[in-house]
RNA sequence: GGGCCGCUAGCUCACCAGGUAGAGCACCGCCCUUUUAAGGCGGGGGUAGCAGGUUCAAGUCCUGCGCGGCCUACCA
């Protein structure tokens, strides 16, 4: 891809129309949307749009007008139009943003077009549009100019329409059931929250470093301790690692939390809230997604997490032979340095995760990989937690929160010998603090925004979720 | 980070036994007043991602680099 340089052909005409005494960069214009138009059918009509297409005719011509709403024909006649309005058509050309007046008629095959009375140019085009009929294929064109994907191809504009509808639902969902959105900061003097290599940043003035957030966990429970029963954010973390079609150095994350419940009752709000958004959009309680129908109809799939390791045979999931000798079994390169829960997780995005494609709970994690969430009262190494898989895709994390401070030190302290240069980890005493004025039990619930709009528009990759994904800087 | 693939006109793509670059769309000129991938005739436009190498000769073969895609490794 190189940079095209605006050929001497499209300066002439900029000229030209300067020439003319015509402004070629317009302003206000009264329009009404081509949607309306093509309701109504009938009478005079004024619209603004893109042109994505011109047939010309001799002293006629067809265009093809398309705006946020819709596409609509127009008709020009040199003879009705008149001369001078007929050489300003002559220098407009496709991509050129134009005001339209005329009224609507049908043309021999029926089809509605406006009659043009008048027309101006509103903004010229200096770049040729990609090829009408192929469109703009190139990916790497269409993620670093977004705006060219979005005007030649349809089906993009839709996904990120259904992004917006998601999390308007997202939102209408929770404010009903009384959930009051919050912000909490982006930038963090402690790293925490989740697991992950953050961004660093600096405040000059403080002259201290700050952590772009990994996870909005810490400051929505210190919310919970202020009295805020419900509350959620939808929004922004950063993580510092690889980039895939399933991950984006910034991503979106909607974080729930309700005070007096727990993990079971996260459950039923996570099989709601999603169920909500999939009816709203599809109109029923399945959809497809990349060739396989998917099911939301209640009792969704659940499985304990400890039952996994039975199933394929590992007696003691804690047994780190054991673990590793199934490993081995199924050919998973393994380094030698990993810890039984670096195994286990090798196993289980390896081999068991993929094969959850219908909606399924996975419950019970062990403490030392959750060290925010509360414990079984009769069995404290597992946590009341659950992830929810959908198509082989982790798509919820929720749990019953932590809320004992002398507990949740420990914990940290744990965390904090696991430390490396790329993850600090620090004891957050300012939350420990927190806790020991009493935070209310809680279930907290997390979801991974951009994988459930990929699920929802069927898109494989994260990026065709994210209007402007990051690459690397052409050089 | 590793593996595979790609990068040719603004766009979509050809040419690939190495012989000095083509088509369609877009753009320009002429003809055409109900087309819709409108049509007809003519035209301009390319340091073939970048840098080396092999060769009489490289878009084509080799090496390195850049960017991207897919797979793979870690976080959601």
């Known amino acids: 891809m190189s940079e095209?340089?605006?050929?001497?052909?499209?300066?002439?005409?900029?000229?030209?129309?300067?020439?003319?005494?015509?402004?070629?960069?317009?302003?206000?214009?009264?329009?009404?949307?081509?949607?309306q138009i093509l309701e109504n059918q009938t009478g005079e009509v004024s619209i603004a749009g893109r042109i994505m297409g011109i047939r010309k005719h001799g002293k006629a011509a067809f265009c093809d007008i398309s705006d946020a709403s819709g596409k609509i024909q127009a008709y020009l006649k040199k003879d009705i139009i008149g001369e001078p309005l007929w050489e300003n058509f002559k220098n407009l050309d496709i991509g050129d943003i134009v005001g339209i007046q005329g009224e609507l008629f049908k043309t021999h095959t029926e089809q509605l077009t406006i009659?043009?009375?008048n027309f101006i140019l509103l903004s010229k085009?200096?770049?040729?549009?990609?090829?009408?009929w192929h469109g703009l294929k190139d990916i790497e064109i269409r993620y670093r100019k977004r705006y060219l994907d979005l005007i030649m191809n349809h089906d993009v504009k839709n996904i990120f329409i259904t992004r917006t509808k998601i999390l308007s639902l997202i939102r209408e969902f929770l404010n009903n059931k009384n959930f009051i959105e919050v912000e909490t900061p982006m930038m963090h003097p402690i790293v925490g929250g989740a697991q992950a290599k953050p961004f660093i940043t600096h405040?000059?003035?403080?002259?201290?470093?700050?952590?772009?957030?990994?996870?909005?966990?810490?400051?929505?429970?210190?919310?919970?301790?202020?009295?805020?029963?419900?509350?959620?954010?939808?929004?922004?973390?950063?993580?510092n690692e690889g980039i895939s079609t399933l991950?984006?150095?910034?991503f979106t994350m909607l974080e729930a939390y309700s005070a007096y419940k727990d993990c079971e009752e996260m459950i039923n709000l996570t099989e709601e809230i999603l169920i909500y958004i999939i009816e709203k959009i599809y109109g029923k309680t399945e959809f497809i997604y990349q060739e396989k129908n998917i099911n939301f109809q209640k009792p969704w799939k659940r499985i304990l997490w400890t039952d996994i390791w039975k199933e394929i045979g590992i007696n003691q999931w804690d047994n780190y032979q054991e673990v590793k000798n199934k490993a081995i079994e199924y050919?998973?390169?393994?380094?030698?340095?990993?810890?039984?829960?670096?195994?286990?997780?090798?196993?289980f995005s390896k081999k068991i995760q993929t094969q959850f494609i219908q909606p399924t709970f996975v419950i019970g994690y062990p403490k030392e990989i959750s060290p925010l969430a509360k414990s079984y009262k009769d069995n404290p190494?597992?946590?009341?937690?659950?992830?929810?898989?959908?198509?082989?895709l982790e798509v919820a994390n929720a749990y019953s929160e932590l809320n004992d401070p002398v507990e949740q030190e420990k914990r940290f302290q744990e965390e904090v010998k696991k430390a490396t240069p790329d993850r600090p980890k620090t004891v957050d005493q300012d939350y420990i603090e927190t806790?020991?004025?009493?935070?209310?039990?809680?279930?907290g619930l997390g979801i991974g925004i951009d994988r459930m709009v990929m699920l929802l528009t069927n898109s494989s990759s994260i990026r065709d979720v994210i209007l402007f994904p990051l690459l690397k800087q052409k050089t």
């Open 4 to 35: 095209n340089i605006i050929s001497q052909e499209q300066k002439r005409k900029i000229d030209w129309w300067k020439e003319k005494g015509i402004e070629p960069y317009g302003r206000k214009f009264l329009k009404q949307d081509i949607y």
């Open 115 to 117: 009659l043009i009375k």
């Open 125 to 132: 085009n200096l770049r040729s549009l990609p090829e009408k």
């Open 203 to 239: 405040h000059n003035a403080l002259d201290i470093d700050l952590y772009l957030r990994i996870a909005p966990e810490l400051y929505l429970k210190r919310l919970l301790v202020g009295g805020m029963e419900n509350v959620y954010e939808i929004n922004r973390s950063f993580r």
């Open 247 to 250: 991950h984006n150095p910034e």
């Open 331 to 347: 050919h998973l390169e393994i380094e030698g340095n990993e810890n039984v829960y670096d195994l286990l997780d090798l196993i």
């Open 381 to 392: 190494d597992i946590t009341e937690r659950f992830e929810l898989y959908i198509s082989g």
């Open 435 to 443: 806790l020991e004025y009493g935070m209310p039990p809680a279930g």
